[in-house]
């Protein structure tokens, strides 16, 4: 097959969505094989958040860096770099001796993922022009939705079947075709970077968002009263303040923060962070509910957890072809968050009893739902932003989305801890469903938080992007004639 044959649209999306793929999935299949990883080391449950949280670190501090390193060196090689790393971490993590030398392992692999996906989608939006970022936004939904559903089955079968080592050895495959696909077949995006690299705003940005991502992501163990916790936080958020200083004076910052200015950008990266917060709290809370207090296996749960990835690509088709060209961001965002609310709040009404069929369409219907907030927050976000500031852009929207998960599953965990999910019976402890519901609940609040922010956006902002599937199909004939 010639290389010249392989359109840059269809090259960009096979790398992109084969290596978020497989970093979004090791996220959630990870956490299934957690209890085996503390059997085979001898180690405490408490001791096992170091392998998730030592990654989410890593990956907070490389985000910020990765718009101006794949500008100043190039996208593709730094994509395949990014890629490569994560995938030969992989297969260490798999090899692991010690927890501690997992958790080394991890890190390493988290920089490679830090990286991966600003730079990839970069290239995905400057690959798409305005007209077809909708499109873009559609393909986007692939990795997001089947990877957390598919992640808890295939490590309940990997771990059952083989070991939890092969929860990492299973990403090789996957980073190793992305790998010869994108030399083979990518072409080079670079854009013009004036000035040397800002370590003062690395140092500040990777400093701050990671002793944040590490507060919140293990106050829900350690207690948000902690020290520990709070000195991190507090560290955190004033080392983030001294970065938006920084950054506000320098000529050629880290992070182009004047990019808030943009009234769309500003809003619609609001919106993911409420959005992804509620969204990715429930996938947390979920397997816990199925497994600890309906009694479910993991292969089960993951099963029963599967019906949101079906509605999300089933959703994503609507809204890409049908909705968002004729109602715009603004309505089809906030309609699309408060059905995501309503859909959580049902799930309050699951109880031992209840047919978990009934489970399994709110599922469906919270994946329907957020497909219409997922594909015109992606399509609008950059439909203002120039081609030269997409690198930029995407490695803020990137960040902001990585905080808005820690912040969902922190929040959610809170509130399982708080209400409590067990009770004591007749002098035996039983699952209490109390606290799953309340983290439903709160989990619905903030979806409707953001429906509230969606109302500030305004469809004219974007209204490249609001081109009908028909109208794009022809545009997209007219250039390639043209060409």
């Given at each position: 097959m010639s290389r010249k044959k392989i359109n840059q649209k269809v090259a960009v999306s096979v790398v992109f969505v084969a290596a978020m793929f497989m970093t979004i999935m090791d996220i959630t299949i990870v956490n299934v094989a957690l209890p085996s990883i503390g059997r085979q080391f001898h180690e405490s449950t408490a001791s096992l958040d170091s392998v998730v949280i030592g990654f989410l670190v890593s990956l907070a501090v490389f985000i910020p860096a990765a718009g101006w390193l794949g500008d100043r060196f190039g996208m593709k090689r730094v994509l395949l770099i990014a890629i490569f790393i994560f995938t030969v971490c992989s297969a260490l993590c798999g090899t692991a001796g010690s927890l501690s030398q997992l958790v080394v392992y991890r890190v390493a692999q988290g920089v490679g993922g830090g990286m991966l996906t600003p730079v990839g989608m970069a290239m995905l939006f400057r690959a798409f022009p305005p007209a077809e970022r909708v499109r873009a936004a559609s393909i986007l939904t692939v990795p997001t939705a089947v990877a957390p559903a598919v992640g808890p089955v295939l490590g309940g079968l990997l771990v059952t079947s083989l070991s939890w080592r092969w929860v990492f050895f299973v990403n090789v495959p996957f980073g190793v075709l992305a790998i010869v696909f994108g030399l083979l077949f990518l072409d080079e995006q670079r854009e013009p970077v004036d000035g040397r690299f800002d370590l003062p705003g690395f140092i500040l940005a990777g400093g701050g968002?990671?002793?944040?991502?590490?507060?919140?992501?293990?106050?829900?163990?350690?207690?948000?009263?902690?020290?520990?916790?709070?000195?991190?936080?507090?560290?955190?958020?004033?080392?983030?303040?001294?970065?938006?200083?920084?950054e506000l004076r320098v000529s050629t910052p880290l992070l182009h923060l004047r990019l808030f200015a943009n009234r769309l950008f500003r809003t619609t990266s609001l919106v993911i962070v409420l959005a992804t917060a509620g969204f990715l709290g429930v996938l947390f809370v979920v397997p816990l509910f199925f497994q600890l207090a309906l009694g479910l296996s993991?292969?089960?749960?993951?099963?029963?957890?599967?019906?949101?990835?079906?509605?999300?690509?089933?959703?994503?088709?609507?809204?890409?072809?049908?909705?968002?060209?004729?109602?715009?961001?603004?309505?089809?965002?906030?309609?699309?968050l408060v059905g995501v609310a309503v859909s959580m709040s049902l799930m309050t009404q699951i109880g031992f009893g209840t047919n978990l069929w009934w489970m399994r369409l709110l599922m469906f219907a919270m994946g329907l739902s957020m497909a219409q907030v997922f594909i015109p927050t992606q399509a609008?976000?950059?439909?203002?932003?120039?081609k030269a500031d997409t690198g930029q852009a995407s490695s803020l929207f990137n960040s902001q989305r990585q905080l808005g998960s820690a912040l969902g599953v922190a929040i959610v965990s809170t509130v399982l801890a708080l209400v409590g999910t067990e009770r004591v019976v007749a002098g035996h402890p039983v699952a209490d469903l109390a606290g799953y519901h309340s983290a439903f609940l709160v989990a619905a609040a903030i979806a409707l938080v953001g429906a509230g922010v969606a109302l500030a956006i305004k469809d004219s902002d974007a209204v490249s992007t609001m081109v009908p599937h028909d109208a794009e199909a022809a545009h997209e004939t007219a250039l390639a004639t043209a060409g």
């Open positions: 968002f990671s002793l944040v991502m590490y507060g919140v992501s293990d106050a829900p163990d350690r207690g948000w009263g902690s020290p520990v916790i709070l000195g991190a936080i507090v560290l955190g958020a004033a080392l983030i303040a001294a970065m938006v200083v920084v993991a292969l089960q749960s993951g099963l029963n957890t599967f019906p949101e990835a079906i509605g999300i690509m089933a959703g994503a088709q609507f809204a890409s072809r049908l909705f968002y060209p004729r109602v715009g961001p603004r309505r089809l965002i906030a309609a699309g609008a976000s950059f439909a203002t932003i120039s």
